[in-house]
């Protein structure tokens, strides 16, 4: 009896701080929503649909190539911490220096493209330069996944939103100075140093110091992650593939009116990977017990549904008085963009509960399988759309290849099923 009133002591506490880590995390994401918007958007009238789209270009630019500084470690790294206590800072230096790898390869590799099909603009170089080195100091974000699999966000959250703040408001004195495009970017590299520095502190400057490469915990790494490393890339390919097909079949100002209307639909992308991330421990501890395990996935896929559904009834509704008021008319050319795009949230949120479910089921090769499959559909749908539709076409092919990557491609495999058949009934509500 003892035992079982203990039991339940420790999982009543364990949901208590999942809770809290959701708190945090929500509080950390509404801070960027209410602040980041208004500087964003402030942002982008200052400089016009051609300098906006040109910093976005090199921004989509860079992602394309970043899934190889990240290396898809996130879940892994969290998922071996929780298993592997007594080996902590073993695992996170073979990530760290993982990572650091990862981020110099990311940066050669994006100012290489940005070389050969820049046609020699040095503006556009410098900036892919400066973007790029934020890879650098994201790799000390190691120190976040840590943190994520003890549940202590808060303390994160309190590090990068401090830094956010402080480069929100540099922005709007780099407004009011009447600045250019450089100091924009530099500002932005500002504040992500800034959040590595203070977990940097925070964690322990002799313990970082202590970090070494670890071989033998690299590799094991690496065998785990590969899939997830080569779906990140993919992930990346189709979710900033347009902007760059954008940039090269039309022009940048095409680009800068797509980058509103993908802006306000990524903008409640936090939602998923706040309520994931939180979950992620529970749901590793919980697979021993399949039908609750089950439950707890429904739930999640439910929650995530009815959210993503919500937004997208709202902003669709919306869109054209949001950026008439918030952009002016030089933007409202984004106005129906937004209109297809934000449905994308809906198969983007069932995406990262489905990804992370596949990691605990140890069916990571999935996570790479469906990635390729949407990729290949989107650059295929991209290559007819845009020259029709211009970036509603990109818009349009980005919602059916997601839609296809993160719900009908689990129909497909007897392994995966489950996932499809979650997904579904998530949305009858009537079926427990």
């Given at each position: 009896m003892t035992r079982k009133i203990a039991f339940a002591q420790v999982k009543k506490l364990f949901a208590h701080n999942i809770i809290k880590n959701i708190s945090w995390?929500?509080?950390?994401?509404?801070?960027?929503?209410?602040?980041?918007?208004i500087v964003s958007?402030?942002?982008?009238?200052?400089?016009?649909?051609?300098?906006?789209?040109?910093?976005?270009?090199?921004?989509?630019?860079?992602?394309?190539?970043?899934?190889?500084?990240?290396?898809g470690l996130d879940q892994i790294l969290v998922k071996k911490l929780i298993e592997n206590k007594d080996q902590e800072e073993i695992l996170i230096g073979a990530a760290f220096y993982l990572r650091i790898t990862g981020a110099i390869t990311s940066i050669l590799l994006s100012l290489a493209y940005i070389t050969i099909f820049s046609d020699g603009e040095s503006q556009l170089f410098i900036i892919t330069l400066l973007t790029s080195s934020t890879l650098i100091f994201q790799s000390f974000d190691v120190i976040d996944l840590k943190l994520q699999s003890i549940l202590k966000s808060k303390v994160s959250v309190l590090i990068k939103n401090?830094?956010?703040?402080?480069?929100?408001?540099?922005?709007?004195?780099?407004?009011?100075?009447?600045?250019?495009?450089?100091?924009?970017?530099?500002?932005?590299?500002i504040e992500i140093a800034l959040g590595a520095f203070g977990l940097i502190i925070q964690y322990g400057v002799f313990k970082v110091i202590s970090w070494r490469p670890n071989v033998t915990f690299a590799k094991?790494?690496?065998?785990?992650?590969?899939?997830?490393?080569?779906?990140?890339?993919?992930?990346?390919?189709?979710?900033?593939?347009?902007?760059?097909?954008?940039?090269?079949?039309?022009?940048?100002k095409s680009v800068g009116l797509y980058s509103v209307s993908v802006k306000f639909s990524e903008l409640w992308y936090f939602i998923p990977t706040v309520f994931v991330s939180s979950f992620f421990p529970k749901l590793i501890k919980l697979k021993s017990d399949?039908?609750?395990?089950?439950?707890?996935?429904?739930?999640?896929?439910?929650?995530?549904?009815?959210?993503?559904?919500?937004?997208?009834?709202?902003?669709?509704?919306?869109?054209?008085?949001?950026?008439?008021?918030?952009?002016?008319?030089?933007?409202?050319?984004?106005?129906?963009?937004?209109?297809?795009?934000?449905?994308?949230?809906?198969?983007v949120f069932w995406g990262v509960a489905a990804a992370n479910m596949l990691v605990i089921d140890g069916?990571?090769?999935?996570?790479?399988?469906?990635?390729?499959?949407?990729?290949?559909?989107?650059?295929?749908?991209?290559?007819?759309?845009?020259?029709?539709?211009?970036?509603?076409?990109?818009?349009?092919?980005?919602?059916?290849?997601?839609?296809?990557?993160?719900?009908?491609?689990?129909?497909?495999?007897?392994?995966?099923?489950?996932?499809?058949?979650?997904?579904t009934r998530s949305i009858l509500f009537f079926l427990k």
């Amino acid at each position: 009896m003892t035992r079982k009133i203990a039991f339940a002591q420790v999982k009543k506490l364990f949901a208590h701080n999942i809770i809290k880590n959701i708190s945090w995390l929500f509080l950390d994401k509404v801070c960027r929503l209410g602040v980041g918007l208004i500087v964003s958007v402030w942002v982008a009238k200052y400089l016009g649909p051609h300098d906006f789209g040109k910093w976005n270009y090199s921004i989509a630019v860079v992602a394309l190539v970043s899934a190889f500084s990240t290396l898809g470690l996130d879940q892994i790294l969290v998922k071996k911490l929780i298993e592997n206590k007594d080996q902590e800072e073993i695992l996170i230096g073979a990530a760290f220096y993982l990572r650091i790898t990862g981020a110099i390869t990311s940066i050669l590799l994006s100012l290489a493209y940005i070389t050969i099909f820049s046609d020699g603009e040095s503006q556009l170089f410098i900036i892919t330069l400066l973007t790029s080195s934020t890879l650098i100091f994201q790799s000390f974000d190691v120190i976040d996944l840590k943190l994520q699999s003890i549940l202590k966000s808060k303390v994160s959250v309190l590090i990068k939103n401090s830094a956010f703040l402080i480069c929100a408001a540099l922005k709007v004195l780099v407004i009011l100075n009447q600045c250019n495009l450089i100091y924009f970017v530099i500002i932005s590299v500002i504040e992500i140093a800034l959040g590595a520095f203070g977990l940097i502190i925070q964690y322990g400057v002799f313990k970082v110091i202590s970090w070494r490469p670890n071989v033998t915990f690299a590799k094991q790494l690496l065998k785990e992650c590969w899939p997830l490393i080569l779906s990140g890339i993919i992930i990346m390919l189709y979710m900033r593939i347009d902007q760059v097909m954008i940039g090269k079949m039309l022009d940048e100002k095409s680009v800068g009116l797509y980058s509103v209307s993908v802006k306000f639909s990524e903008l409640w992308y936090f939602i998923p990977t706040v309520f994931v991330s939180s979950f992620f421990p529970k749901l590793i501890k919980l697979k021993s017990d399949e039908t609750g395990y089950r439950k707890l996935c429904l739930k999640i896929f439910r929650i995530l549904f009815f959210i993503s559904f919500g937004i997208g009834l709202t902003i669709a509704l919306l869109a054209h008085d949001m950026i008439l008021i918030l952009y002016g008319n030089l933007f409202i050319a984004s106005a129906f963009a937004l209109k297809i795009s934000i449905w994308t949230s809906i198969f983007v949120f069932w995406g990262v509960a489905a990804a992370n479910m596949l990691v605990i089921d140890g069916l990571n090769k999935h996570n790479l399988y469906k990635s390729v499959h949407g990729v290949i559909l989107n650059i295929a749908l991209n290559f007819i759309l845009i020259p029709r539709f211009g970036i509603n076409g990109a818009a349009i092919a980005t919602l059916i290849s997601q839609a296809y990557a993160s719900y009908f491609y689990y129909l497909l495999k007897k392994e995966t099923r489950y996932i499809f058949f979650l997904q579904t009934r998530s949305i009858l509500f009537f079926l427990k």
